[in-house]
């Protein structure tokens, strides 16, 4: 919960919940209907438009749906994007879904369910899964991250037939067989949706979905009608956000999802630091993809600047203690001006890690757990003097890091700001008139 009260009168213009109560709050047309697990989201994606589902959680099923019953027979279509991936994990999922039950049988527990076309397990294969009953045969099909991909499903009485299709190449498509799947008197009727990853730290894209019905499209929604969400959701009025990324409070943590490959991202605290100071964070990576990629990126920062100065452009900016590159590196970085020395470090994608970083100006200090890097005397002060601190979320479109108990000093060593995510702060009301929220 929140640790400081000097802003009281900021709170008071805030309702805010206990995380407990709160699940999960999303920003989607009011057509669409969430689950209880994942985060579901409109975001912009090089001027299009899409729904963002990402894994903040281990939860199963993951689906958001239609608000509308189409019967039993009917085509689902919709366009998917595997961004991250983490291969040969049978929890690793996405895709669409027909059949959702919102509510489930004894046997299910008491979530959603539903028939689901889904990549699965690897990159060389796709599948039917009868939520919680069953899954169909495996079919072969090597696919790609990062790849737009065409579903197709189609359900006739108690059995199901699907396609998947390369939307850049064509002849590059897999035909499912027909299925019938298990427990059909449990599967009728329902609504239609996608499915979000089963494993935690993956994101999937989705676009163009529709629903065929007796040869006509009965629904469509290309989410370009639904505004874009604000970068931040949940977070406590002191925590201002930087025009690249999505941050979401959910669970007690603050999730950081790379919705875009913007660069920098920043999310930081409203109170600049004056002279130094330092930030404290624990920091888990819960995806990382290409392990050679510069923009896999993510960590804390201080020096933070709004406004960017001519060579930077109109973004915010700052000095960065990050996880970089590879599985074996960190590193300071001074954005858009230079990296620091390369340091080794073994570490693990979903291992949490203390992050400490202080600065007495002109030259940052820092470690990841037991480890300590070497000062550093960044470039161009001038331009550095002073700023916020806060969080950096990946460069890397898909990337999802969270954070949690984060503590934010002057440069006396006082403590200014403290905040473990524990309570949701539901957004103002002009923010409120442009959502949709739904547990």
């Known amino acids: 919960m929140l640790k400081r009260v000097s802003f009281l009168a900021l709170i008071a213009c805030v309702a805010f919940t206990s995380a407990a109560f709160a699940g999960g709050h999303y920003q989607l047309g009011s057509a669409w209907v969430t689950g209880e697990f994942g985060s579901y989201v409109i975001v912009d994606d090089a001027g299009n438009r899409v729904l963002c589902a990402a894994a903040v959680d281990g939860g199963d099923p993951k689906h958001a749906w239609i608000n509308q019953d189409f ?25 669409i879904a027909g059949r959702i039950q919102p509510d489930g049988t004894a046997a299910d527990g008491d979530h959603d369910r539903g028939v689901t076309l889904l990549f699965h397990d690897n990159l060389g294969n796709v599948q039917v899964l009868n939520d919680l009953r069953g899954w169909g045969p495996n ?11 065409t579903f197709e499903m189609t359900f006739s009485g108690n059995s199901v037939s699907a396609k998947i299709t390369n939307k850049s190449n064509p002849t590059d498509m897999v035909e499912l ?7 059909p008197q449990n599967r009728q009727n329902g609504f239609v949706g996608v499915t979000a990853s089963t494993k935690a730290g993956l994101v999937a894209y989705y676009d163009n979905f529709e ?104 973004h915010d900016r700052g000095i960065n203690l990050l996880l970089h590159q590879e599985l074996n590196q960190v590193q300071f970085l001074n954005d858009l001006r230079a990296w620091g020395p390369a340091q080794t470090l073994e570490w693990a994608v979903g291992t949490t890690y203390k992050f400490s970083m202080s600065s007495n100006g002109t030259t940052v200090s820092g470690s990841i757990g037991d480890f300590t890097l070497p000062d550093w005397v960044f470039p161009d002060p001038q331009n550095r003097a002073n ?41 103002t009301s002009s923010e409120a008139s442009n959502w949709s929220l739904f547990r």
Request: proline share 5%; glycine share 10%; with cysteine.
């Open 71 to 95: 019967g039993n027979d009917y085509t689902i279509r919709c366009d998917v994007n595997m961004l991250t991936w983490a291969d040969a994990q049978d929890l690793s999922r996405a895709g």
């Open 139 to 149: 079919t072969a099909f090597s696919w790609k991250t990062r790849t737009w991909y």
């Open 177 to 183: 067989p027909s299925w019938s799947f298990p427990d």
């Open 211 to 314: 629903v065929v019905k007796d040869g006509q499209v009965v629904f469509s929604d290309d989410f370009e009608g639904t505004p874009a969400a604000p970068s931040a959701v949940g977070t406590s009025p002191f925590w201002i956000a930087g025009e690249a990324g999505y941050y979401v409070v959910s669970g007690g943590k603050l999730f950081a999802i790379a919705s875009n490959a913007a660069d920098p991202k920043h999310l930081w605290y409203a109170g600049e630091l004056v002279g130094g100071g330092s930030i404290s964070a624990d920091v888990t990576m819960l995806s990382w993809d290409d392990p050679t990629h510069d923009h896999s990126r993510a960590g804390i920062a201080m020096h933070i600047k709004p406004n960017g100065s001519a060579p930077d452009g109109a």
């Open 387 to 427: 700023g916020y601190a806060g969080v950096t979320a990946s460069t890397r479109a898909g990337q999802i890091a969270s954070y949690d108990n984060v503590v934010i000093k002057n440069a006396a060593g006082q403590i200014v700001y403290e905040d473990d995510f524990e309570t949701f702060y539901e957004p």
